[in-house]
T-cell receptor, first 114, second 113 residues
Framework: DAGVTQSPTHLIKTRGQHVTLRCSPISGHKSVSWYQQVLGQGPQFIFQYYEKEERGRGNFPDRFSARQFPNYSSELNVNALLLGDSALYLCASSVTTGGDEKLFFGSGTQLSVL | AQSVTQPDIHITVSEGASLELRCNYS??????LFWYVQSPGQGLQLLLK??????LVQGIKGFEAEFKRSQSSFNLRKPSVHWSDAAEYFC???????????FGTGTRLTVIP
């Protein structure tokens, strides 16, 4: 079975540009979450989407937005990129079975902002 | 405010030695607690989690963790480390469920022959 897939794996942008990161969840998973992991830090929660609705949002500026499509894939958009947005962006999909939610992470998109 | 502290940035152990990685949390109530492992170029993999019940939790790859409410700790242990255990380890908390995780800064484990 395919795991959580993210594209692209690496990306280089310049300050002020816009970026779109993509995530395909594991088949059957209806929830997708996004995390930002700055070098040397733990991941930080950005968004969770479930059935195309935003379920949670972390402490990130409005430059960050996301959406989930009918096939449950998701996009993370970041506008007006700053140097500090350079990070590994992780997507995770989850499924709840018998009240137990399980989270599965992709390998991430490494974004470098120059 | 919630916080997760992993006081050890980097730990080096010999292969076959025992391991304990420390995690302390600050939370309004008993949170859901997790340990994840991240190998270079890989995503995060769940080792184990604690929601309620038995405070000693068994996970994958021979890892276990013990929840101690009085110490606000959830330390990860392994009796005998293998070279393949070299990775970054993250402790995390959540209010409910397994999502909207709040991670610590991680502990990098190096295993020497």
């Amino acid at each position: 079975d395919a795991g959580v897939t993210q594209s692209p794996t690496h990306l280089i942008k310049t300050r002020g540009q816009h970026v779109t990161l993509r995530c395909s969840p594991i088949s059957g998973h209806k929830s997708v979450s996004w995390y930002q992991q700055v070098l040397g830090q733990g991941p930080q929660f950005i968004f969770q989407y479930y059935e195309k609705e935003e379920r949670g949002r972390g402490n990130f500026p409005d430059r960050f937005s996301a959406r989930q499509f009918p096939n449950y894939s998701s996009e993370l958009n970041v506008n007006a990129l700053l140097l500090g947005d350079s990070a590994l962006y992780l997507c995770a999909s989850s499924v709840t079975t018998g009240g137990d939610e399980k989270l599965f992470f992709g390998s991430g998109t490494q974004l470098s902002v120059l | 405010a919630q916080s997760v502290t992993q006081p050890d940035i980097h730990i080096t152990v010999s292969e076959g030695a025992s391991l304990e990685l420390r995690c302390n949390y600050s939370y309004g109530a008993t949170p859901y607690l997790f340990w994840y492992v991240q190998s270079p170029g890989q995503g995060l993999q769940l080792l184990l989690k604690y929601f309620s019940g038995d405070t000693l939790v068994q996970g994958i790859k021979g890892f276990e963790a013990e929840f101690k409410r009085s110490q606000s700790s959830f330390n990860l242990r392994k009796p005998s480390v293998h070279w393949s255990d070299a990775a970054e380890y993250f402790c995390a908390v959540a209010r409910t469920g397994a999502n909207n995780l709040f991670f610590g800064t991680g502990t990098r484990l190096t295993v020497i022959p």
